[in-house]
């Protein structure tokens, strides 16, 4: 469901922000992150969209939707 990607960056964020890294270096990482989440999003819900199968879709789309907020 969510690539792996997208938690090693929610993990390394987290911990240079822990560590005191300005916001402005961090800028790059953030959209990175809402780049692979919006990746993320769009392989989990392509194949039950085009198949028909919308209740599938809406809850493939529950866990990058997360990650984005």
């Known amino acids: 469901?969510?690539?792996l990607s997208v938690v090693g960056l929610?993990?390394?964020l987290r911990f240079l922000?822990?560590?005191g890294v300005?916001?402005?270096e961090l800028k790059a990482g953030t959209r990175l992150l809402h780049l692979r989440g919006l990746l993320t999003l769009a392989l989990n819900t392509a194949e039950p969209l085009l198949t028909g199968r919308y209740g599938?879709?809406?809850l493939d789309t529950v866990a990058p939707l997360?990650?984005?907020g």
Do not use: N, S
């Open 1 to 3: 469901m969510v690539d």
């Open 22 to 24: 300005p916001k402005a």
């Open 17 to 19: 922000a822990l560590r």
């Open 10 to 12: 929610l993990v390394a």
């Open 66 to 68: 997360l990650l984005l």
């Open 56 to 58: 599938r879709a809406c």
